[in-house]
């Protein structure tokens, strides 16, 4: 796909090993940090929002985890919970030593997987300027629970069976066993949720992005399963916008909205429509309200402005 003039790509180490990221300068000296859902790469899944936030003058810093997308890492389609929560933290310090940013005008920003990382992350790092959760993954247990109603018993338990012998096989070092993103019901697949289903049309529309592996290690689903974020709610002292939408059957709704109420400076925008709705027909009203809450909470004045870098490059 090509690519314009306004972003470049930079590198960062984490862990010892580099992720990529695109950077697009912009003018008000604040920065949005992103990255996308479970195995979804960076740009399927930012760079609709992170176009409208940098043509709003942000900068913007969307980075590939490890083991996904361009950034390194082996064995490769691996999520691993502890080292995407530390290359969030490799990527805000990236992003604060960025020539055009302000330390303290950072904001990070995640849907799905990501939204869920969104609050271990918020908790952590309470100089945060805001941060943003869409349609997050706040509960595994809860969401799996729910998510298993839109699959066969059958095929339930050949996915658990395969997520099993892909963390044994883990123990012995072998290649992962990986498992698609989305399927439909019966097939062993890591979501088989209506909404889930529409995953690729709204992150890949006309095969836009052709690189992006829509498929996952197996024993993603095991942690997946047992991951819940939203516990660290109550620790975020920065604004968090959580956007959640009503009829979501992956993530779910409620309990990102609980997560909202729970956080001492939460805010919630409800929308009607299913997981992937803030990239389909629910998009513009979702970037209103995501640059609503970004202007509210970082205001531009003079000291605060800069001039576009000239060393933009484009591949």
């Known amino acids: 796909m090509s690519v314009s003039l306004e972003r470049e790509k930079v ?60 950034s390194g890492g082996h064995p490769r389609q691996v999520v691993r919970m502890k080292e995407q929560l530390a290359d969030w933290q490799a990527a805000i310090a990236c992003a604060a030593n960025l020539p055009e940013v302000a330390p303290d005008r950072l ?40 998510a298993a109603r839109h699959q ?10 395969r997520a099993l012998l892909d963390a044994l096989g883990q123990l012995a070092g072998r290649t992962p066993l990986l498992v698609p993103l989305a399927d439909e019901p019966g097939t062993v697949a890591l979501l088989t949720t209506p909404d889930g289903l529409d995953g690729d049309r709204a992150l890949n529309p006309g095969n836009a992005y052709p690189e992006w592996r829509q498929e996952i290690a197996a024993r993603t689903v095991l942690r997946l399963m047992t991951y819940r974020p939203g516990r660290h709610a109550a620790r975020i002292t920065c604004p968090l916008l959580v956007l959640v939408c009503d009829q979501d059957q992956s993530a779910f709704a409620r309990p990102g909205a ?51 870098g000239t060393e933009d490059a484009s591949v």
Request: some cysteine; aromatic content about 8%.
């Open 107 to 146: 904001v990070i920003w995640g849907f799905s997987l990501s939204g869920g990382h969104v609050l271990p992350v918020a908790a952590r790092n309470p100089r945060l300027a805001a941060a943003i959760a869409q349609t997050p993954l706040v509960d595994g247990p809860k969401s799996a629970r729910g």
């Open 258 to 308: 609980d997560a909202a109420g729970r956080a001492p400076a939460g805010e919630l925008v409800r929308m009607p429509g299913g997981h992937y709705e803030p990239f389909l027909g629910g998009h513009e009203r979702a970037v209103d309200a995501e640059l609503a809450f970004l202007r509210h909470h970082l205001p531009t004045d003079p000291a605060h402005r800069a001039t576009p």
């Open 11 to 70: 590198r960062f180490v984490s862990g010892g090993v580099e992720c990529a990221a695109w950077h697009y300068p912009g003018t008000n000296r604040a920065c949005v940090i992103m990255a996308a859902g479970g195995g979804v790469t960076k740009e399927p899944g930012t760079d609709p929002f992170a176009r409208r936030f940098h043509d709003a003058g942000f900068s913007v810093l969307a980075f590939d985890y490890r083991h996904l997308g361009e």
């Open 152 to 161: 066969k018993p059958l095929a339930a338990l050949r996915t658990i069976g």
